[in-house]
Structure formats: structure tokens, C-alpha cells
């Protein structure tokens, strides 16, 4: 049983540009872990957005089963997570993220320690000021609330921070501090532990780079700030029809993306180094992935959210054992197992770990939820009815160069080619869709109110 177990999640990362790192990274602390552990060639995430996706890893069940497919959801109260199970084998659970869907509000309830605000304030006893004023009345509506603050200087770093996050990218989305806490909080006992660390940096690359120390930082920002003014801020408007994007624009855009993970590369090796100091890093589980992935036009969708095409729901996924086990995986895997090899890494078998590719179910899935429609009033414009459609992926083991499509009532047979293209193909596919469906134990969702300061966040990072 591994005494540290690391749960790391770099979101928004597509796997064909992870890949595209790895190729160009040399000795770093993903090429290495690259090398030294089981990585998953065709992982697939349960949902091509954050909230399910998360719920899946830690609850092993698909969206409709664990109930937290909106916004305004939670996983459902009845279904046990891996914070339950960490807690009865005796693990603390430590989560260090900017995520506000990961929080006990949304079902992700038990940690002994947890923050997910750290895009949001540096200091948690100070204010984090917020206007929707625009020029000197954003300043004087800042300055009012900075002064009537009881904890004021507190506040006035609060807010400079804030304002640096979404200006000249002159400061990350937290995962400095998110790593430094991580650090630290495992120093203070040194009993088994879980490490939860979600990185947003890859998550908001389309807004703002977090580079560290590079002057071209502003200039490149105003390129990005362009870009980005033409797709809709987090792309939205692209389903209204109202902006497009090139190839040039595109590369652009993987380009930022690769920088945003070397960023992130380097406070891995930072923590990686520390659990080595604290020799806690020959017997830990680590595992790493991507919540989703992201599109860039392909299919004309920019973003996440809206579809289940291969840039959106395929993944990096790797798994450093204690037992020192490496290889590739070239079967369909998902996310979803992430919780059944964390369970049988702390005793607990389900039956089925991602490290044995024997446990592994035949179908593997991937649907949207229905979470663009929460979006769709606040657009500008007539929406495509391919964007209000139910979507759902199968993969099946047998075939690696297939999937079955349901597109609200209409079944596809996909064709899947390199650099995550695809394309319909003659072919049955109802029967595959209709059978992984047929297979869900669909829950009640579980509605919550969401308070203030969640849905500011989530207005940041553009899911409302």
C-alpha cells in the first residue's frame, strides 16, 4: 500500500499537444515521468468538462450515475467518493487547486485540509474586490472596497493580484502557492497521504500566460488578447457564428498551450523534488492527467463544453506505481478507472485498476451532459442546433480506429485518423451507443443554490 498517493490534474489538456511537449521536452519532470511509468495512448474523459469529469475520477461512475452533470449539481449524497474510502484507510486528504467545481458544495466533501480559491487571493483572511465597473470607477470601486476591509492591506494585495492575473499575465493562477502548500503540508505529519493538485494555468491559456520572467510575456499577450476578443472570451460566441479562426491563430494557440505545461512542468519537479527530501517518492501512486481537452476550431468548436470529439474528450493519462511498473497501454482506457486504482492501491478491489488491462470493461464512454444549454441564453445571436444536441461517445476495446456518435436522435459511425481527426464512415452505431447507455445506473441529480463568490469564479473562467 503506497503511503503517498498524488492525484495531479492539468486541465483543459489536449492529448495531441501534450504529446507535442513531450517530443520537444528533454529531462524534464514529465519526460521523465513519461518514461518511468504507464501511460495511456487512448484515454478518454467521461465528460469534456470540468465538473463531471472530476466527479467521475473520484466517485468511478459516468456522469449520469454520479448525478453532477450541471452547473447547479452536486454527486449524489448516497454514492461514496474517494475521499470516504482515503479517509477510512487511515490517509489524510490534502486539496490544493483554483477549481471552485472541486469543493465540498459540489459532493467533494472529507478533506482534512482544502483550498480551491488560490486564483482568486493570495491572502484567505483578506477580501478579493471585484467590479463590474469599467476604468476609474473600477478603481474607485476597488479602493472602496480595499478600505472597508478589516483586514486592508490583506485586501489591497488581494486585489492587485487579481487585477495582475487577468492584465499583462504577470502572475500565475495560483499553482506556485498551490505547490508550496502541497510542500508543506506534508511536512507537518508524516503519516499516509493524498495530494490533490489541479492546475488552471492550462485551463485559462486562452486569456492569460503564466510564464514567469519573460518580457515577451506582454507582447505575446496582446496578441492573445486579441485573439481571444475574436472568439468570444472563453469562446462562446463561436456557436453564435460570430468569429473565426485560422491555422495561424491555431498555432498560436498550441503554442501558448505547450508553454503554459512547461510552466507547470517545472512546479511538478519542485514537488517532485520535495517528496524525495521527505523520502516519501519511491512508495507513492502518482497519477496524472487531464480533465478534457479543447478545441481549437476543429468542428468549428472553440473550447470545451459543447461536443465529444477526439480534441475534446481525448486525454493524457499516466500512472506511476510504487512497484515500478512502465509501458504503454494502447486499449481504451478512461478516467473514470482512475478511482477503482487508487481503491486497490489502499486494499480495496473493485475488480477493476487501470494498471491491468485484463479488469478493463468493453465500452468505454463520453457525453456532454446538456452543459452548453445552461450557455446559450446569454449569446448574442443564433445558435446552430447541432449545439443544443445530446452527445454521446462509445469506444469499444476491439477497435481502435472507430467510435459510435449519438448526436441527440441521430447515430454516426466515426472514422478516427491521426492528430485527433475523425470523420463519419458507413456502419452501424446505435447498438454500441444504445448498449453502453443501457449499462448506466442513472441517478436523481442532486440540485444545489450556488452561492456568490462560486459563481463569480465560474463567470472568470467562463463556464457562466
Known amino acids: 500500500m503506497a503511503d503517498t498517493i498524488v492525484l495531479v490534474v492539468l486541465d483543459s489538456v489536449r492529448y495531441d499537444i501534450f504529446e507535442d511537449y513531450l517530443n520537444e521536452a528533454s529531462g524534464t519532470f514529465l519526460?521523465?515521468?513519461?518514461?518511468?511509468?504507464?501511460?495511456?495512448?487512448?484515454?478518454?474523459?467521461?465528460?469534456?468538462?470540468?465538473?463531471?469529469?472530476?466527479?467521475?475520477?473520484?466517485?468511478?461512475?459516468y456522469p449520469r450515475e454520479h448525478g453532477a452533470t450541471n452547473a447547479d449539481t452536486a454527486i449524489h449524497p448516497q454514492i461514496?467518493?474517494?475521499?470516504?474510502?482515503?479517509?477510512?484507510?487511515?490517509?489524510?486528504?490534502?486539496?490544493?487547486?483554483?477549481?471552485?467545481?472541486?469543493?465540498?458544495?459540489?459532493?467533494?466533501?472529507?478533506?482534512?485540509?482544502?483550498?480551491?480559491?488560490?486564483?482568486?487571493?493570495?491572502y484567505e483572511k483578506g477580501g478579493a474586490p471585484e467590479s463590474d465597473e469599467a476604468g476609474i470607477g473600477e478603481l474607485v470601486d476597488g479602493a472602496r472596497q480595499v478600505i472597508s476591509h478589516q483586514h486592508t492591506f490583506r485586501t489591497f494585495v488581494n486585489a492587485t493580484y487579481r487585477k495582475l492575473r487577468t492584465g499583462p499575465s504577470?502572475?500565475?493562477?495560483?499553482?506556485?502557492?498551490m505547490v508550496t502548500d502541497a510542500v508543506n503540508w506534508l511536512s507537518e505529519?508524516?503519516?499516509?497521504?493524498?495530494?490533490?493538485?489541479?492546475?488552471?494555468?492550462?485551463?485559462?491559456?486562452?486569456?492569460?500566460?503564466?510564464?514567469?520572467?519573460?518580457?515577451?510575456?506582454?507582447?505575446?499577450?496582446?496578441?492573445?488578447?486579441?485573439?481571444?476578443?475574436?472568439?468570444?472570451?472563453?469562446?462562446?460566441?463561436?456557436?453564435?457564428g460570430n468569429s473565426t479562426i485560422d491555422e495561424t491563430d491555431r498555432e498560436f494557440y498550441r503554442k501558448v498551450m505547450r508553454d503554459e505545461i512547461g510552466y507547470v512542468d517545472k512546479l511538478l519537479q519542485q514537488f517532485w523534488r520535495a517528496l524525495e527530501r521527505q523520502e516519501r517518492a519511491e512508495d507513492c501512486l502518482f497519477v496524472l492527467c487531464a480533465d478534457h481537452?479543447?478545441?481549437?476550431?476543429?468542428?468549428?468548436?472553440?473550447?470545451?463544453?459543447?461536443?465529444?470529439?477526439?480534441?475534446?474528450?481525448?486525454?493524457?493519462?499516466?500512472?506511476r506505481s510504487p512497484d515500478q511498473q512502465d509501458g504503454r497501454i494502447e486499449r481504451w482506457s478512461s478516467l473514470v478507472w482512475i478511482y477503482d486504482t487508487i481503491c486497490r492501491e489502499i486494499?480495496?478491489?473493485t475488480g477493476l485498476t487501470?494498471?491491468?488491462?485484463?479488469?478493463?470493461?468493453?465500452?468505454?464512454?463520453?457525453?456532454?451532459?446538456?452543459?452548453?444549454?445552461?450557455?446559450?441564453?446569454?449569446?448574442?445571436?443564433d445558435v446552430s442546433d447541432q449545439y443544443l444536441q445530446k452527445r454521446v461517445a462509445v469506444y469499444q476495446a476491439a477497435d481502435r480506429d472507430h467510435k459510435s456518435v449519438r448526436l441527440e436522435d441521430t447515430y454516426e459511425r466515426r472514422k478516427l485518423g491521426s492528430g485527433l481527426t475523425e470523420w463519419t464512415v458507413d456502419g452501424d452505431a446505435r447498438a454500441?451507443?444504445?448498449?453502453?447507455?443501457?449499462?448506466?445506473?442513472?441517478t436523481d441529480e442532486t440540485h444545489m443554490d450556488v452561492d456568490d463568490a462560486t459563481r463569480s469564479r465560474l463567470e472568470d473562467f467562463g463556464y457562466l
Open 293 to 319: 481537452g479543447e478545441g481549437l476550431g476543429e468542428g468549428d468548436i472553440v473550447y470545451h463544453l459543447a461536443g465529444v470529439t477526439e480534441p475534446l474528450v481525448r486525454v493524457p493519462l499516466f500512472v
Open 170 to 177: 504577470l502572475v500565475d493562477d495560483g499553482g506556485r502557492r
Open 432 to 442: 454500441l451507443v444504445d448498449q453502453f447507455e443501457d449499462s448506466l445506473e442513472v
Open 189 to 240: 505529519d508524516d503519516s499516509d497521504s493524498f495530494v490533490f493538485l489541479n492546475f488552471m494555468e492550462t485551463h485559462d491559456y486562452h486569456r492569460r500566460l503564466s510564464r514567469w520572467g519573460r518580457i515577451k510575456n506582454i507582447a505575446e499577450n496582446g496578441r492573445l488578447s486579441e485573439l481571444n476578443s475574436r472568439v468570444g472570451g472563453a469562446g462562446i460566441q463561436y456557436y453564435a
Open 80 to 122: 461514496p467518493t474517494l475521499l470516504t474510502r482515503l479517509g477510512d484507510a487511515g490517509y489524510r486528504t490534502g486539496c490544493f487547486t483554483s477549481n471552485p467545481f472541486v469543493h465540498p458544495d459540489y459532493g467533494f466533501e472529507g478533506w482534512d485540509h482544502h483550498r480551491n480559491n488560490y486564483s482568486e487571493k493570495i
Open 354 to 381: 487501470l494498471l491491468e488491462e485484463s479488469t478493463y470493461p468493453d465500452l468505454v464512454g463520453s457525453e456532454n451532459t446538456n452543459r452548453l444549454q445552461d450557455l446559450l441564453g446569454e449569446i448574442d445571436g
Open 347 to 349: 486494499g480495496i478491489d
Open 31 to 61: 519526460s521523465t515521468l513519461a518514461t518511468d511509468s504507464v501511460s495511456f495512448d487512448r484515454a478518454v474523459t467521461p465528460a469534456p468538462w470540468s465538473l463531471p469529469a472530476h466527479a467521475s475520477m473520484f466517485t468511478g461512475k
